[in-house]
């Protein structure tokens, strides 16, 4: 059985920083793309980071760029969001999620496993 565990939420101020960490089991993930998707309340989910497991190549949507570092650990078979800077606009709960579709990572509809999310509250 496939699943995706994320970890690492909470609640945190303005300018302060988390890391969300997701574990992947029940299958081989090293040919896919590991990403990360947030869904504010009354909001579609939209794309934040992924990372290609096999060569580490990453991806990040512009609003998160220069605060937000998405990286593997090949040992830990971990897949962590580092975030640095949060705003309130970060609010949402954050979903890590698996896809084999390295030309449209942004996209929701195109990954195949997801985990079952970790709320992220950022306070003013």
């Known amino acids: 059985q496939v699943q995706l565990v994320e970890s690492g939420g909470g609640l945190v101020q303005a300018g302060g920083s988390l890391r969300l960490s997701c574990a992947p089991s029940g299958r081989t993930f090293s040919s896919y793309a590991m990403g990360w998707f947030r869904q504010a309340p009354g909001k579609e989910r939209e794309f934040v980071a992924a990372i290609r497991w096999g060569d580490g190549r990453t991806y990040y949507t512009d609003p998160v760029k220069g605060r937000f570092t998405i990286s593997r650990d090949n040992a830990k078979n971990t897949v962590h969001l580092q975030m640095n800077s949060l705003k309130p606009e970060d609010t949402a709960v954050y979903y890590c999620?698996?896809?084999?579709?390295?030309?449209?990572?942004?996209?929701?509809?195109?990954?195949?496993?997801w985990g079952q999310g970790t709320q992220v509250t950022v306070s003013s």
């Open positions: 999620a698996a896809t084999r579709s390295f030309s449209r990572m942004t996209k929701a509809y195109e990954y195949e496993y």
